[in-house]
């Protein structure tokens, strides 16, 4: 009888008989993997194109918006003109945000004359500095962040106080608080304010400052000229006023160092110590010592060797008040001329 194959009883049929072999099964993986690669480059190609986007949306954009942000950061007189039509500007356009507004209002600060844009920026630069003149120079007290480490807390208490400055400090300097110095354009906007305040209708610093940029536009050159001169010679009588006020001030310190006591003397070690005094007790223990120093050399001996070594013995004692004592001392011992011929009685003293 036929016999058939267990693998076909069973329904089953073995591997390389149905093409299932190692070779295909390889193949088949092969494939796989080709698939995942096509896949992962389908998806590297759709965020390709994404990244492309936006760095499309990125340059098309936010052009006007890095020219606005500088206007912003730099351009004082921007402001003024933003601050001055911004009502304006939003019951016309309709814009209730301020990034939109301040767009609109760019386009017309560009749109504005180089005249009106000066004057508007002039005036921006003495506003910034009569507020800088009335902030105080010490910021304010504030509690340390939540976030900051006790290191850096320990750091900023280490650091010593900032000092506001004098009245001195600034003559020293050769500044006077509070004063400027006198421009052609600050006299003509002082001598004109009120006829500028109405001619343009109003007190607003913008209004009053654009009429003054026509006015002063309009001027001739002689009368611009005649501002500029009486200028500098303000400029110069406030110069001559500040190198006064210094002399005056140095003059006053060197005085009250002059008449003031002179300082204490110390010793190498730091410690205060106090002034000898040419007393009796010192003149005695001066003689005492030339008394010794006689006694040890009497062949070869002068005054200015003695002093020499009595200073080494009274090294602590100040030089002026030890030449006194030796003085007194030599004095006192009837010591008239001191040569190499002592006689013996100067022994016995």
């Not at 020219?67 to 304006?88: C, K, P, T, V």
């Not at 850096?152 to 900032?162: I, L």
């Not at 300082?263 to 001066?286: D, L, M, N, Y």
């Not at 030089?319 to 016995?348: F, R, S, T």
Request: aromatic share 4%; glycine share 10%.
């Amino acid at each position: 009888s036929h016999s058939v194959p267990l693998s076909e009883q069973r329904g089953w049929a073995h591997p390389r008989a149905a093409g299932e072999g190692p070779a295909e099964r390889m193949a088949e993986g092969a494939a796989g993997e080709g698939a995942a690669a096509d896949r992962m480059a389908e998806g590297a190609a759709a965020e390709g194109a994404d990244a492309e986007g936006t760095a499309a949306e990125g340059a098309a954009g936010p052009g006007v918006d890095w020219e606005l942000l500088e206007s912003i950061r730099q351009d004082g007189g921007f402001w003024l003109h933003l601050g001055a039509h911004r009502e304006a500007i939003v019951n016309i356009t309709g814009l209730d945000d301020a990034l939109g507004v301040a767009r609109v209002a760019l386009e017309s600060w560009k749109a504005l004359p180089d005249v009106e844009r000066s004057s508007l920026r002039t005036w921006a630069r003495s506003l910034v500095a009569a507020l800088s003149e009335r902030m105080p120079q010490d910021g304010p007290e504030g509690g340390q962040h939540e976030g900051q480490e006790a290191a850096g807390s320990e750091a900023k208490d280490a650091r010593p106080p900032k000092r506001k400055l004098t009245s001195d400090d600034t003559v020293k300097a050769g500044k006077r608080p509070g004063v400027k110095k006198p421009t052609a354009w600050g006299l003509f906007m002082e001598e004109n304010r009120a006829a500028l305040e109405e001619a343009a209708g109003s007190r607003s610093c913008v209004q009053v400052s654009r009429a003054a940029g026509e006015r002063w536009k309009a001027l001739s050159a002689e009368q611009r000229a005649d501002f500029e001169t009486r200028a500098a010679a303000l400029r110069g009588a406030q110069a001559s006023s500040d190198g006064a006020e210094a002399a005056s001030a140095n003059a006053g310190k060197q005085k009250k160092a002059a008449g003031a006591p002179p300082a204490k003397a110390r010793a190498s070690h730091g410690h205060e110590i106090k002034q000898p005094q040419a007393t009796q007790a010192f003149k005695a223990e001066v003689l005492a010592a030339v008394r010794g120093y006689i006694q040890r050399n009497q062949d070869t001996w002068s005054k200015s060797m003695m002093q020499n070594e009595l200073a080494e013995q009274h090294r602590w004692m100040y030089d002026k008040h030890l030449d006194i004592a030796i003085k007194a001392a030599i004095k006192a011992c009837g010591i008239e001329g001191l040569g190499a011929g002592v006689p013996k009685a100067v022994c016995n003293l």
